[in-house]
Structure formats: structure tokens, C-alpha cells
């Protein structure tokens, strides 16, 4: 028989939002880096020099230290920057089981990313 794996869904991780025409943008996802193709619910910072967005590093110096917004669908920027839907402010409530994190951040990455994103309106729960 045949297994079927079902992979993450676009905005799969919002638990709720108050608008999505408020809470979410377009913007642009820069090329290249660490993980070029990101999933539905990648945590993301902001590139302070070009301001675009990769995902989250708390190791970073450019930016993408501090959590900003979570990527709503998935985004492939192997080749070229790419525009990709986020959730960019809230208020939203979002699912923290479901947001993915680029590498392996501990636990206290992760808590300072949830309080970077509560500063911004997102809530994790």
C-alpha cells in the first residue's frame, strides 16, 4: 500500500486573526542563504540592508536576528528573491507547535522569537 506523507498547509498555523487584509503582506523573501525553500509557518526576520526577509537565525547580525513575521504559504527563493504572502502583524493568534524554525534552536531562541513576534501583535499559543 502506498503511504501518503501530508506536508504542511498554507497557513496551517494560524489559530486566528482579526483580519487578514490587516495582518498580512506581500513581501519579498532575498535569495539564497541558509534555507532558500521555506515552509508554511517559517518564523522570518528582516534584512536591515536590503529589507527583505529570510528566516529567523538568532545567530545573525543582519536583521534576521529578531523575529518579525511567519510566512503564510510556501516560498522558494533558490534562484531569485521571490514575493511571498506573511503574517506581518496582528492582532493574530498562531499555533506554536506549527511554526518552523530554521537549524535547531534551543528553547530560550525560541521563547525570545515568541516574545519578538507578541511585540509585533502575534501570539503564540
Given at each position: 500500500?502506498?503511504?501518503?506523507?501530508?506536508?504542511?498547509?498554507?497557513?496551517?498555523?494560524?489559530?486566528?486573526?482579526?483580519?487578514?487584509?490587516?495582518?498580512?503582506?506581500?513581501?519579498?523573501?532575498?535569495?539564497?542563504?541558509?534555507?532558500?525553500?521555506?515552509?508554511?509557518?517559517?518564523?522570518?526576520?528582516?534584512i536591515?540592508?536590503?529589507?527583505?526577509?529570510?528566516?529567523?537565525?538568532?545567530?545573525?547580525?543582519?536583521?534576521?536576528?529578531?523575529?518579525?513575521?511567519?510566512?503564510?504559504g510556501?516560498?522558494?527563493?533558490?534562484?531569485?528573491?521571490?514575493?511571498?504572502?506573511?503574517?506581518?502583524?496582528?492582532?493574530?493568534?498562531?499555533?506554536?507547535?506549527?511554526?518552523?524554525?530554521?537549524?535547531?534552536?534551543?528553547?530560550?531562541?525560541?521563547?525570545?522569537?515568541?516574545?519578538?513576534?507578541?511585540?509585533?501583535?502575534?501570539?503564540?499559543?
Amino acid at each position: 500500500m502506498t503511504t501518503l506523507t501530508e506536508t504542511r498547509h498554507a497557513g496551517g498555523f494560524i489559530t486566528w486573526e482579526a483580519a487578514r487584509d490587516y495582518c498580512r503582506e506581500v513581501v519579498t523573501i532575498a535569495t539564497g542563504g541558509a534555507n532558500p525553500v521555506l515552509e508554511p509557518g517559517t518564523v522570518l526576520g528582516k534584512i536591515t540592508a536590503s529589507g527583505k526577509y529570510a528566516a529567523h537565525d538568532p545567530a545573525a547580525l543582519d536583521g534576521t536576528e529578531t523575529a518579525v513575521a511567519v510566512l503564510w504559504g510556501k516560498a522558494d527563493a533558490t534562484a531569485a528573491d521571490v514575493d511571498a504572502v506573511v503574517l506581518l502583524r496582528g492582532p493574530a493568534i498562531v499555533n506554536a507547535n506549527d511554526l518552523v524554525f530554521a537549524g535547531t534552536p534551543t528553547a530560550p531562541e525560541i521563547t525570545a522569537a515568541h516574545t519578538a513576534l507578541a511585540v509585533v501583535g502575534i501570539l503564540t499559543r
